[in-house]
């Protein structure tokens, strides 16, 4: 009887050490990510840099479970894989006439319309490219709309016509892709809405992507327009 009583506890014991264990390397292992993409990836210091840390960690490592689920067959839902892609642009190396475009904004969603707004506000500050916001469809050299689309990574999309003897665009529809951005579960604050819908607009002025410090990057959307957009955009219409 005693014996029983004993191995029992033993058991017991030994199960809330193990549980233990895994808590505490869990929550050892997380700290120790948060802490890379502090020293690698967050563009701000301190404790803003630290919160951009937490939340880079923090989709990497839903994203890191939801591959294992799927690896272990635990659910076989293949959309909830992103890999945060901004878009899967191609380079075109072409660009408008002058450094200004007529823009169409077509959408509903208060978020995604608000979020050009600020984006196109961003771009003319710059003073490097100019949209002119227009109410009539037809005049629109840019359409900026939205597409709800969780068959495709990419959380916008940019895609354009050129004329291939002058190599100038002839227009360009920019989509916001509400699957992703308007769904809690990817977790985009609205600033990097804003940044996306900039990213894509960098598209529409000529942009290509860049891997730098820049609104260009091809994922993650954690930058805003930087000097170096300024100075590509300024570099492409400079003739
Ligand atoms: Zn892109």
């Known amino acids: 009887m005693r014996l029983i009583f004993n191995s029992i506890r033993f058991l017991l014991r030994l199960v809330w050490r193990v549980l233990w264990g895994l808590v505490w390397s869990f929550a050892l292992s997380f700290l120790i990510i948060v802490g890379i993409f ?29 591959h ?30 002058q450094a200004e475009a007529a823009i169409y904004i077509d959408t509903d969603n208060e978020t995604f319309r608000s979020a050009y707004q600020d984006a196109i506000g961003s771009w003319n500050q710059t003073g490097a490219f100019t949209f002119h916001i227009v109410t009539d469809k037809d005049k629109a050299d840019i ?4 597409m709800n689309d969780g068959s495709v990574s990419a959380a916008g999309e940019a895609e354009s016509q050129t004329n291939l003897l002058t190599n100038r665009f002839t227009n360009v529809t920019v989509r ?64």
């Open 143 to 146: 359409i900026a709309t939205e």
């Open 176 to 239: 916001l892709n509400g699957y992703y951005l308007l769904n809690n579960r990817y977790g985009y604050s609205y600033e990097r809405i804003v940044n996306t819908a900039e990213h894509e607009l960098g598209h529409a002025i000529g942009l290509d992507h860049n891997e730098e410090d820049s609104v260009m990057q091809s994922a993650g959307s954690f930058y805003s327009i930087q000097p170096a957009d300024i100075q590509a955009v300024k570099d492409l219409y400079q003739t």
């Open 38 to 66: 502090y020293f690698t990836t967050s563009t701000e210091s301190g404790s803003a840099g630290l919160s951009q840390a937490v939340q880079t960690a923090v989709v990497r490592v839903g994203q890191f479970l939801d």
């Open 68 to 97: 294992q689920g799927i690896a272990t067959g635990l659910h076989t839902n293949v959309e909830t894989q992103t890999d945060q892609l901004t878009d899967e642009h191609t380079t075109t190396g072409a660009r408008w006439d």
